[in-house]
């Protein structure tokens, strides 16, 4: 039996209402919310704070036998697990500009 951690009924009741990572969810249904509620506090002039979050850049900052213990959990079998880590792992990251990618990388 073949599961999908993404579709995964049981993992998708877990993720806050808040997070467009879901199924069915976009980027602009996000900007929308977070235009609508920037506007509905400012016409009730409250104060209030948003934070953004990139987390295409957190991969090297996972304690990854933390991770896997948690994906064990929730049914990702051992292989995918292993395949996942061994590939972030293995990743080099540069930075690219409008100059081109640069001579210094860390990871890998």
Same mark, same amino acid.
Not at 33 to 59: F, I
């Given at each position: %039996?073949?599961?999908?951690?993404?579709?995964?009924?049981?993992?998708? /009741?877990? /993720?806050?209402?808040?997070?467009?990572? =879901?199924?069915?969810?976009? @980027?602009?249904? #996000?900007?929308?919310?977070?235009?609508?509620?920037? *506007? *509905? =506090?400012?016409?009730? =002039?409250?104060?209030?704070?948003?934070? %953004?979050? *990139?987390?295409?850049? @957190?991969?090297?900052?996972?304690? #990854?036998?933390?991770?896997?213990?948690?994906?064990?959990?929730?049914?990702?079998?051992?292989?995918? /697990?292993?395949? %996942?880590?061994?590939?972030?792992?293995? %990743?080099? #990251?540069?930075? =690219?500009?409008?100059?081109?990618?640069?001579?210094?990388?860390?990871?890998?």
């Amino acid at each position: %039996m073949t599961t999908s951690i993404i579709l995964n009924p049981a993992i998708i /009741i877990l /993720i806050a209402v808040e997070q467009y990572s =879901r199924p069915q969810r976009s @980027c602009i249904a #996000h900007a929308l919310n977070r235009r609508l509620t920037a *506007d *509905d =506090r400012r016409s009730k =002039r409250l104060a209030w704070a948003m934070a %953004m979050s *990139d987390l295409t850049g @957190c991969y090297d900052r996972i304690v #990854h036998n933390a991770a896997a213990l948690a994906l064990l959990r929730l049914g990702v079998s051992h292989a995918k /697990i292993h395949s %996942m880590f061994k590939t972030i792992q293995r %990743m080099i #990251h540069r930075v =690219r500009t409008a100059f081109g990618d640069s001579e210094i990388f860390y990871g890998g």
